[in-house]
């Protein structure tokens, strides 16, 4: 037996999580997985409004045993300002669970239309995007280290520093370069700005420098992160794996999936890969606010971060069914589609016609 604990969150978090766990059980009944779901009604702002916290105090106890999280969205700003659900809950998880690799594919699907252009101004196809983004996960520029002195007072000072530790940023580098090497192109960019941040980005260069001696069979390349969201709008065919510091790496994760069209589909692995604690699974997009409740939410995030949570629990063939069922009804012209995507179908919709996909 499998347990996943699930949290669908604020927002449409409630809206997309329904259509995950309907496809994650399309593929648990056709392969005969042994999955047990166990629902949590925490973590999320109305939580919050009740107890004045994101959390119960013993959340740990009550989900840290579990084989993996299945997460939706957390932040509904109305109600509780999104630092504070999201460092009493998401970033929580992050750190108490040592999810260090924050794994974020972004992939050109069929049938979803990238606004980019090659150079001879033709529209981009599946292939052309293709890169996976490791974004560090639980330091860098996401510090609680810093304060703020004399509030309120006209010496106000606000302070937050950037923390990066030998063994945070080589754990994560480790990870991004044995990926790199297991693919074909076997390329690995990594983004800094260490020209202005003078101090930690030149120190991310050289840990990066050190470990690509251990790694003589993937090619290294280095960007400023300026330049690099330039190039990733008009190069995305460039990139395979890309790591970055936990900013870096969230603001990529967000602009590689939308050069593929829309973030809606992208989702997102937050990994403790020695496997102590359980990794949590999410889509990029949060809990979107402007369009919630009205059933119009894109669920493929959803349902794409639990094909992922299948791969990591070892179900390699019902991944790759579910990956099959995306792919197919995004390809067909007469399937469902999300106004994102230009149709007018429901989120219920297109997550039930991929989850009969899935099923066959
Ligand atoms: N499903 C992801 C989600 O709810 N994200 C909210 C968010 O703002 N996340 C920031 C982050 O991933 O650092």
Redesign the pocket.
């Known amino acids: 037996m499998q347990k996943i604990a699930v949290i669908a969150?604020?927002g449409i978090?409630q809206e997309v999580m329904p259509e995950g766990l309907r496809v994650l059980r399309a593929v648990a009944d056709r392969f005969g997985l042994p999955l047990h779901f166990d629902e949590f009604h925490f973590a999320d702002c109305r939580y919050y409004e009740q107890h004045g916290d994101m959390l119960p105090p013993d959340w740990k106890e009550q989900i840290g045993g579990h084989d993996a999280i299945f997460?939706?969205?957390?932040?509904w700003p109305a109600i509780v300002p999104?630092h504070v659900s999201?460092w009493g809950s998401?970033?929580k998880f992050r750190r108490e669970f040592d999810q260090y690799v924050?794994l974020r594919p972004a992939r050109l699907l069929p049938g979803v239309r990238s606004p980019l252009v090659d150079r001879q101004g033709r529209p981009l196809v599946p292939g052309d995007i293709d890169m996976w983004i490791v974004r560090e996960n639980t330091e860098g520029e996401?510090s609680s280290v810093g304060g703020r002195m004399y509030a309120g007072t006209e010496r106000e000072i606000v302070l937050q520093e950037t923390v990066m530790s030998r063994v945070g940023v080589d754990r994560v580098l480790r990870f991004a370069f044995e990926l790199a090497a297991r693919r074909p192109r076997a390329r690995l960019t990594s983004a800094t700005k260490s020209n202005g941040i003078a101090i930690t980005m030149p120190y991310w260069d050289e840990r990066v420098e050190a470990m690509a001696r251990e790694f003589p069979g993937v090619a290294v390349d280095k960007f400023h992160i300026d330049i690099l969201c330039a190039h990733f709008v008009q190069r995305p065919q460039a990139f395979d794996v890309v790591v970055a510091s936990?900013l870096f790496g969230?603001i990529l994760s967000d602009l590689g999936p939308a050069c593929t069209g829309t973030i809606a589909v992208a989702p997102?692995a937050n990994l403790n890969p020695t496997r102590q604690w359980p990794s949590l699974f999410?889509?990029?997009?949060?809990?979107a606010p402007d369009i919630a409740g009205r059933g119009i939410a894109n669920p493929i995030g959803q349902i794409w971060a639990g094909a992922m949570m299948l791969d990591f629990l070892g179900h390699r063939a019902a991944h790759d069914a579910v990956m099959a069922a995306i792919e197919a009804v995004l390809g067909d012209p007469r399937a469902p589609r999300t106004p994102d995507l230009g149709g007018q179908a429901s989120c219920a919709q297109l997550g039930q016609a991929i989850a009969e996909a899935a099923k066959i």
């Open positions: 969150g604020d978090g997460f939706g969205a957390v932040g999104d999201l998401l970033l924050n996401y936990n969230d997102s999410e889509p990029v997009h949060g809990s």
